[in-house]
């Protein structure tokens, strides 16, 4: 079973919104906190955003506050990313995993790209 599956990435204009899903497998999720990873071209993964275990403690990156909002809902197994106001350096594959980063098998991402 993939714990981790990602998606909802796409193409978009600058100013543009995405919503992104990270469906995980039940033993992976409910107990952990959780974060959104991006790794734009040539670059290393860094973070985007985390979500303690029920929803009630959230952080971002400086370069994404007031734009993106995490969630999540443990019913479903899912974590969800909206992305607002999105950028050109914004692009990249976003991954999910818990955070820190302890499932060995990355998903394979999904893909966000923002035409200027």
Known sequence: QVPLIESGGGLVQAGGSLR??????????????????????????????SINYDGTSVTYADSVKSRFTISRDNAKNTMYLQM?????????????????????????????????
Request: hydrophobic letters at 35%; glycine letters at 8%; aromatic letters at 14%.
């Open 20 to 49: 992104l899903s990270c469906l995980a497998s039940p033993v992976a999720f409910s107990a952990y906190t959780m974060g959104w990873f991006r790794r734009a071209p040539g670059k290393e993964r860094l973070f985007v955003a």
């Open 84 to 116: 607002n106001n999105l950028k050109p350096e914004d692009m990249g594959i976003y991954y999910c995993n818990t955070y820190p980063p302890t499932i060995d098998k990355w998903g394979q991402g999904t893909q966000v790209t923002v035409s200027s």
